[in-house]
């Protein structure tokens, strides 16, 4: 009975994950991403497009995330090995502009950081985040297309995969 039960509830999951988890997204063209700007927490501006032609990782988060927290300092890492080799990262808060340069303040990412606030989650529904939950991150390959979504914390793995699929 314990089994069936066991077995039950982990198929329930599974459904659930695959049913509300990421899902396909618009073709490359039609992304919406290319044509966005944000400000940043240091008031400049930040063009989406100029990161058209090369892969990119976007990652949506917000200060008040443990595991969007957890993750970036893996990012960063990533990025400063690999942004000399083409790929690149960008972080889209989805959280007060206030509290994102309080974090920043603390904790410097070398990467762009985007100030999305609460707008981001229709741009993140629009690149696949069907749930709306944090972390989200989008891997994009050089010509702009989706190659994978991730909806929760990023893995040393998700990274290395992504480094292999656009080489």
Do not use: Y
């Not at 200060?63 to 000399?84: A, V």
């Amino acid at each position: 009975m314990w089994g069936a039960g066991a077995a039950a509830a982990v198929a329930g999951v599974g459904w659930a994950l695959w049913r509300d988890g990421p899902s396909s997204a618009a073709p490359a063209a039609e992304l919406p991403l290319w044509g966005l700007q944000f400000e940043t927490p240091t008031g400049e501006s930040l063009g989406m497009g100029r990161f058209k032609g090369k892969p990119l990782l976007v990652n949506f988060w917000a200060t008040w995330c443990p595991p969007c927290i957890e993750e970036l300092p893996m990012i960063n890492s990533f990025w400063r090995e690999n942004n000399p080799n083409g790929h690149q990262v960008v972080a889209l808060a989805i959280d007060q502009p206030s509290a994102v340069r309080r974090f920043l303040e603390r904790q410097p990412l070398a990467f762009p950081v985007g100030l999305a606030g609460l707008e981001g989650t229709q741009l993140a529904k629009s690149l696949g985040n069907t749930v709306g939950g944090l972390p989200f991150t989008v891997f994009l390959k050089a010509d702009g297309s989706i190659w994978r979504q991730k909806m929760g914390q990023l893995l040393p793995d998700d990274l290395a995969q992504w480094l292999s699929a656009s080489a």
